[in-house]
């Protein structure tokens, strides 16, 4: 069966290639993966580890604004397997988004072909495992789009760049893990934090003394907000999730769930080793985990404690948060400047507010988005869509302001239609920090505040010039509003990036929806879709 894969592989990629020279597209990368098993030791504990290609984590992506991205896939596990890419946007295609609503997972001993296009996008993102908690053993990698040499850059071109993946991690093999949670109850507390895939003093970056380095940071993990911070050493920060900063500079950085940073570090301290610290927040026990910064003409290894950092403060986070800014000036992945969309005079068509809420449902625990708890379906969202098979989820299943109903299970879609643009509020009003996705999108992170929202926190709202990115936390017993363009025709995931809440339901799908049947608003389904479900057979 591999050598037909293969073969079908080798046609497929013969046909792009071919189409790509007579339209003038833009360029064409491949990339063929194995993803199998592989024992790995992360915190010196023996444990099944998922390998892309032998690696954990998995290769690195490199890509340039508009590249077309040839992702051929083989699953060599013994269980169903699917790629996400968390903050890629697949304009006009969510059938290459990698979640269970949009796509078939790849059957053990078989291989899919991702197409992906990085269309107007720049910046720094990772890749994962969207499921069975796969993500619990690995799968993930950095992702990271380069500006075109015509497009300027706000800053000028570092010596080096670094990939940093960070995250809680268990030493339980993610069989374990998602039994426990399938049988009703919620993790324990994490056994360690891991960076690039390694405990304590496992990677050195290696640096020269008076030259500057990018280096972009992602957390990873399962369930922790992290802080980030080198000994000795600012960062300047220059990039978030594709949007250029306001170029502020910080002693450490609060990196919440499923968020990515990049940051200019200058090498600009007597030649020795430095700790690079990634610890936790808002936990009450605190994990500490480090690496080293090498300078190459070092005369000395690092020596003494690690430096502290912020550990229950929300307050501090809190205005870290609001100190985010969008470089109004700067390009973008296009040459008009970032500033040319006047984000916050545009009229909103529709408000949608999710509250967070841990309810148990049938004595097992769960989590719910406005009382409803999300269950997957037989078939993926957007193959029913498409096929129009009736009793797979209807739409309204989930409303868009909380009830204060009891919870229930539900296959969750709410409904959007394009080119609308929603005032979107993210509630806790529980004592945990809460880290939410939308897949698909950009948004504007307009507001966030202690207490209950009203329509009267509107008037607090930064409408000139906050950060646009993909994925934002929730304080504690706080909210957090956002501007989101519905611009983007498709099944989108909205999601908890506790991948423990995520796993348990704290998740819906928005179909933004358009009715012209047209490759303007939206490509067909790809000749290679995996047909799953209801829709085996159409």
Known sequence: MRGIG?????????????????????????????????????????QQGILINGQFPGPQIES??????????????????????????????????????????????????????VKDQ??????????????????????????????????TTPAGEFTVLAGDWYSKNHTDLRAILDGGSDLPFPDGLLINGRGPNGNTFTVEQGKTYR???????????????????KMLLVEVEGTHTLQNTYESLDIHLGQSYSVLVTADQPPQDYYIVVSTRFTSQILTTTSTLHYSNAAASVSGPPPGGPTIQTDWSLEQARSLRRNLTANGPRPNPQGSYHYGLINVTHTIRLQSTAPIINGKQRYAVNSASFIPADTPLKLADYYKISGV??????????????????????????????????????????SWHVDGHNFFVVGMDGGEWTPASR???????????????????????????????????IRSENWVRQYLGQQLYLRVYSPVNSWRDEYPIPSNALKCGRAVGL
């Open 459 to 493: 008037l607090t709202y930064n409408l000139r010039d906050t950060i646009s990115r993909c994925t934002v936390q929730v304080y504690p017993k706080s909210w957090t509003a956002v501007y989101m363009p519905l611009d983007n025709v498709g099944m989108w995931n």
């Open 6 to 46: 293969f073969f079908w592989s080798f046609t497929f990629l013969f046909l792009v290639l071919s189409l790509s020279c007579i339209n003038g597209e833009d360029p064409y990368r491949f990339y063929t993966w194995n993803v199998t098993y592989g024992d790995i030791w992360p915190l010196g504990v023996k």
């Open 393 to 434: 989820f209807s739409l309204g299943s989930i409303p868009d302001y909380p009830t204060g109903s009891g919870a229930y299970l539900q296959t969750s879609v709410m409904a959007a239609d394009f080119r609308g643009y929603a005032e979107v509020v993210f509630e806790n009003p529980e004592d945990t920090e809460q």
């Open 122 to 155: 720049i910046g720094s993102y990772f890749y994962f495992p969207s499921l069975a908690f796969h993500k619990a053993a690995g799968a993930f990698g950095g992702f990271k789009i380069h500006s075109r040499s015509i497009i300027p850059v706000p800053f």
């Open 64 to 117: 340039v604004t508009n590249e077309n991205l040839i992702i051929n896939v083989f699953n060599s596990l013994d269980e169903p397997f699917l790629i996400s890419w968390n903050g890629i946007q697949q304009r006009r295609n969510s059938w290459q988004d990698g979640v269970y609503g949009t796509n078939c997972p790849i059957p053990p001993g078989k291989n899919f072909t991702y197409v992906l296009q």
């Open 215 to 233: 280096f972009r940071i992602s957390n990873v993990g399962l369930t922790t907000a992290i802080n980030f911070r080198i000994q000795g050493h």
